[in-house]
């Protein structure tokens, strides 16, 4: 008779580094977009109102700067931790799963920046506004960047199947 | 997404071999254990080169150790 021995879940054996740099990903957009969402919150509400929140008002042009330069920081570090080191194999299954991946984060993008064009027209047009202010061009090109690293990270754990052992 | 659904006696290729874990095939064919392990659960069919690597592996043929069950067309006569 045969026993089945289950080893506890190995983070280093389990997982490539493809994968860890998804979870990075995703986890620390999550962190910076619920902070973003606090100080939002914070700033509209009558308790600390205050434009000038810890120096970092979101209504304020800089404010959004500093926000979406965390996701650019964010997706630069996930790079560099999770890069692939000498012994780490990326054989023809991860190439797949990372090819079939990048067209879904370019459907998304598309997607996403096919709505923020729409919500655009739909917002000025009716203020009788022809041009959106420069401004604008930073949040939609960070927000297309976030929109395809994070379709990218979610098609990389479905294809890897959230990481299980499939044993 | 594919609906063909190929077959395969890894598992039991492996047990024939001397109880071969699937780290050792996995390093024998060049690929990450992971790679042996959705191949042998048939969620993922090897391109032709890693079919035919495994074969070699267990020093048998492809067929052997792959089968397609799937709905094959007919070869086409263009007489």
Redesign the interface.
């Known amino acids: 008779m045969t026993r089945t021995v289950y080893e506890p879940f190995n983070w280093e054996k ?1 997982m ?1 580094f493809l994968q860890k740099k998804a979870y990075f990903t995703l986890v620390a957009f999550a962190i910076n977009l619920i902070a973003g969402g606090v100080i939002v919150a914070v700033l509209s509400t009558d308790g600390p109102r205050n434009p000038e929140f810890l120096g970092l008002g979101v209504n304020q042009i800089r404010g959004y700067g500093l926000w979406q330069a965390v996701f650019l920081v964010i997706i630069v570090l996930g790079d560099f931790l999770f890069r692939k080191r000498a012994g780490d ?1 990326l ?4 190439r ?1 799963i990372g090819g079939k991946a990048t067209q879904w984060a370019m459907t998304a993008f598309w997607i996403a920046f096919g709505v923020a064009c729409a919500g655009l027209i739909l917002t000025l047009a009716p203020l009788k506004i022809a041009l959106p202010a420069v401004w604008v061009i930073g949040p939609l090109i960070v927000g297309g960047l976030v929109v395809f690293t994070s379709a990218y990270s979610v098609a990389v754990l479905v294809q ?2 959230y990481g299980k ?3 | 997404m594919n609906k063909d659904h190929i077959a395969n006696t890894i598992r039991r290729f492996r047990f024939d071999h001397g109880e071969m874990t699937q780290q050792q095939l996995a390093e024998i064919v ?3 254990r ?2 042996i ?2 191949i042998e ?1 048939g ?2 069919s ?2 032709l080169p ?1 079919a035919f690597r495994i074969a070699r592996a267990f020093n048998t043929t492809v067929e052997e150790v792959f089968q397609y069950n799937g709905n094959a067309a007919p070869p086409r006569k263009d007489s």
């Open positions: 389990t490539n194999i054989d023809e299954r991860d797949v890897y199947g052992r499939n044993e | 060049g690929v990450r992971q790679t392990i959705a659960a969620k993922y090897p391109s890693l």
